[in-house]
């Protein structure tokens, strides 16, 4: 048995980069900090930020597209993904990112509800195709 979920809440660092693959695949790509707070033995109050890649696909991505923007609170739920490939320079480079299957709103930025109020559902996207996505069609 295996198991690989990563569970995230924490506020966008960026506003999301919308791609379409060659083949007409909607992508978005953004970032989410997530603090670890706690008190050393000396009492003082200590805080260490942690940086999440995130990637999401289709309709989802779409949603993200929409409604997220730098600072905004999220709830994100995903597989933990690690890409390589040669960059220009002839090094093998890595990226290790989060794939969302869900996303849900925690706040918008100053804490209203996004576009005038509306509510946004949870949103949760299973495999809607069978079509594998190949590390070449991805455009970041």
Not at 56 to 82: D, S
Not at 83 to 110: F, H, P
Not at 112 to 117: A, F, M, N, Q, V
Request: proline residues 4%.
């Amino acid at each position: 048995m295996s198991l690989n979920k990563a569970m995230l809440i924490g506020n966008l660092t960026r506003d999301p980069e919308m791609r379409n693959t060659p083949n007409g695949q909607n992508v978005a790509s953004f970032s989410v900090a997530t603090n670890m707070n706690w008190t050393d033995a000396a009492g003082v109050k200590q805080s260490k930020p942690e940086f999440h890649n995130i990637v999401a696909w289709r309709k989802l991505a779409e949603i993200c597209g929409q409604y997220l923007h730098k600072g905004t609170k999220v709830y994100i739920e995903g597989r933990i993904q690690t890409r390589d490939w040669v960059g220009q320079d002839g090094q093998k480079k890595y990226r290790t990112e989060i794939v969302a299957d869900t996303m849900e709103i925690l706040s918008s930025r100053g804490g209203e509800r996004p576009e005038g109020g509306e509510e946004v559902p949870t949103i949760e996207v299973g495999d809607e195709s069978n079509e594998e996505i190949k590390i070449e069609n991805i455009p970041f």
